[in-house]
């Protein structure tokens, strides 16, 4: 197969491959899985409908040849499935797969850091809101208290998975009073945080524009404590912006896709745990890959249909944001991974 770089009616490249391996968390954050929808009894999908690791990494071998370098691995909550090193050493053997990372709320990290870094992963993200324990264990949604993550944290450390990122989904009147207490942390520690516009992802967290704490407002709160300077991305679609300490210890990020959106640098596809291509983090739907999968489909025939899905793509959600976007159809958070 040759490779060919395929571009959408945008012009965008085909570059990032997020792979959302479980449908499962352990966490239940209001913002991504409210526990009142996802109860006992909610039915997640069953095993037989998650892709194999074999067809993962099948789609991961394709989508290299179109064009893809960077992949991550996230869920739900991917270290919630089984043996996901497995995963990660399957991926990272593949050629042309420079960068691969993982994001997770690092409930289970102390006890796979290690495997992971051995596996072959190169980075991990992992998602902290706040380091108070009452704010934690309200967004947490579960009532845990910070301390296991904070032993995933330095578990990840220790195993050499570093420069370590701390994404924090900043909502009003919830965490922001404590931003600047997790920049600092992160600071000592030598971590980088990455402050999230809280998004209206989904259908079932009731997001209100009220509740977003602009990226502008965010880095005012920080600056003020910690002056710093917008810096350049450190590669062409990076989505995060920049900003670095004066002092020189170290820097911290913005995602604002409500306030900033970045559609127009947007290389990123989607692959769902049942394997659904999905190429917007707010699309209704995502196209069907599994079946290709399992009915001896040949790898250009996938090819193929995945040239046909990024080629006609056109979206741009964030930049056209409005009360009637908001209220649409859309794929939840959980079950695509950011
Ligand atoms: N469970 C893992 C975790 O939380 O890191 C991986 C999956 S989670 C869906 C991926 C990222 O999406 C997390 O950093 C989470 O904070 C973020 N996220 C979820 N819902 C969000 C929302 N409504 N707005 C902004 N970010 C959100
Ligand atoms: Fe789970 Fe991550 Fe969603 Fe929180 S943000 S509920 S940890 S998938
Ligand atoms: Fe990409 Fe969709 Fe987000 Fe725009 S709204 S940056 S197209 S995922």
Redesign the pocket.
Same mark, same amino acid.
């Given at each position: 197969m040759n490779n060919v770089p395929v571009l959408d009616t945008f012009k965008r490249p085909l570059r990032d491959l997020r792979i959302s391996v479980t449908d499962r968390c352990n966490f239940r954050c209001p913002y991504c899985m409210p526990a009142e929808i996802f109860g006992d009894r909610y039915q997640f999908l069953p095993r037989e409908d998650l892709l194999t690791f074999e067809e993962i990494t099948r789609i991961v071998k394709i989508a290299v040849g179109l064009g893809v370098t960077k992949v991550r691995i996230t869920g739900g909550e991917p270290l919630v499935r089984q043996n996901i090193e497995e995963l990660v050493a399957m991926i990272a053997a593949v050629d042309g797969v420079s960068d691969l990372a993982m994001t997770t709320n690092a409930y289970l990290l102390s006890g796979y850091a290690e495997k992971l870094k051995n596996a072959g992963l190169k980075r991990i993200t992992v998602s902290l809101d706040s380091l108070e324990d009452e704010i934690f264990q309200k967004m947490n949604g579960r009532g845990f208290s910070t301390a296991r993550v904070l032993d995933g944290i330095r578990a990840a450390k220790e195993a050499g998975l570093q420069p370590i990122k701390i994404n924090a989904v900043v909502q009003k009147g919830v965490n922001d009073e404590t931003l600047v207490g997790l920049a600092e942390w992160c600071r000592d520690n030598g971590h980088t945080p990455r402050f999230i516009e809280y998004m209206d992802v989904g259908t079932l967290n009731d997001w209100k524009l009220e509740e977003v704490l602009t990226a502008e407002e965010i880095v005012q709160l920080i600056e003020e404590r910690f002056p710093a300077d917008p810096v350049g991305p450190t590669y062409p679609g990076e989505?995060a912006k920049r900003y670095r300490y004066r002092d020189g210890n170290g820097e911290f990020g913005i995602i604002s896709?409500v306030s900033q959106?970045? %559609?127009g640098?947007?290389t #990123?596809m989607r692959l769902s745990p049942e394997g659904k291509s999905v190429? %917007?983090?707010?699309?209704e739907t995502g196209t069907d890959l599994r079946d290709s999968l399992r009915d001896g489909s040949t790898d250009d025939e996938i090819k193929k249909a995945i040239i046909g899905i990024w080629g006609s793509r056109k979206? #741009?959600?964030?930049?056209q944001r409005s009360e009637e976007t908001v209220k649409r159809k859309k794929v939840e958070m959980y079950h695509i991974g950011g």
């Open positions: 989505v896709s959106p970045f %559609c640098d947007c #990123r190429t %917007c983090l707010f699309a979206d #741009r959600y964030s930049e």
